[in-house]
């Protein structure tokens, strides 16, 4: 399979739109998924040379996801790739350890987004997923999310409500991994790298674009590549 119909979930800036850019240009149908319309469409617009459709999804919004499901459908009949890209990283302190003092409300919006939303837009989208002959889902996780870092007392920031929220995803991962062992699906958790984004702020060491490597490589896998796991460039990390 070479031409794939990929949806990416926050594509409209950041990441996703990079990742968007790269994956365009190898020839891949894209889907941007982007919370606010106006946002997603400027955004395709940038890629106007390539196969490049914006569609309204806010991952804290299920009425949303009908209507692009029914759309990527009937052009296609199938979604051959998701990347689970947008997230929100709301700690008021990435320096400090806010484990202690956690607003319950950033505790939760945190989750709502990156772990509740995402699971359910996932679920929602996995017949269409298991209509290609080589479904891949793609989460977008982080290092910080590494219970097996933190035990070590690894320098990594105690962002606890963005920490957790990608801890729970990658729980996803592997619980879904496993209920679809025995079919073609692939999934598979991605830490990016630390990127200079909106997110990742001016002081992250990667550029966006070196970030798009890992997501790719999962999006792309062959028949015979893992499922279940953790990675970084093409190396298991620790869950
Ligand atoms: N940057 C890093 O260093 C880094 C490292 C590890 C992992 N990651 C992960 O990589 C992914 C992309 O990060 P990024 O750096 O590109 O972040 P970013 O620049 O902050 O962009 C986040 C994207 O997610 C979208 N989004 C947020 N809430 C949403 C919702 N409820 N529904 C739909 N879309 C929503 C945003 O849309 P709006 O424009 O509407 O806000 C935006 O398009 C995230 O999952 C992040 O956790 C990033």
Redesign the pocket.
């Known amino acids: 399979m070479n031409q794939r119909v990929i949806l990416i ?8 739109l990079e990742t968007a850019r790269q994956l365009a240009a190898q020839g891949h149908i894209i889907y941007i ?4 319309a106006r ?1 997603g469409k400027m955004a395709a617009g940038t890629l106007k040379d390539h196969a490049v459709t914006s569609l309204q ?4 919004d299920p009425g949303t996801f009908p209507a692009a499901a029914s759309y990527i459908e009937g052009q296609h009949g199938r979604l051959d790739v998701l990347i689970n ?5 709301l700690d008021e302190d990435i320096m400090a350890d806010s484990t202690h003092n956690v607003k319950p409300g950033i505790l939760k919006q945190s989750f709502l ?2 772990f509740f ?1 995402t699971v359910e837009l996932t679920n929602y989208l996995l017949p269409l997923l298991m209509k290609s002959v080589a479904p891949r889902i793609v989460n ?3 290092n910080v999310g590494s219970l097996t870092m933190h035990s070590n007392r690894a320098p990594l920031m105690k962002t606890f409500a963005y920490n957790s929220s ?1 801890t729970a995803l990658n729980a996803y991962t592997v619980h879904l991994a496993n209920a679809y062992a025995d079919t073609p699906l692939k999934v598979n958790s991605a ?5 200079k ?4 702020t001016e002081y ?1 060491p990667m550029e ?1 674009s070196e ?1 798009v490597e890992t997501i790719s490589w999962l999006a792309t896998l062959p028949d015979d590549g893992p499922s279940g796991g953790f990675f970084h460039k093409q190396e298991k990390i620790d869950w």
């Not at 998924?33 to 606010?36: I, K, N, T, V």
């Not at 890209?85 to 990283?89: E, P, R, T, Y």
């Not at 830490?191 to 990127?195: A, K, Q, Y």
């Open positions: 979930t926050g594509a409209n800036r950041g990441l996703g998924g982007s919370r606010d946002k999804i806010d991952l804290t890209n947008a997230g929100v990283m987004t990156n939303g977008l996780s982080s990608k830490h990016p790298g630390w990127l984004t909106d997110m990742g992250a966006v970030g």
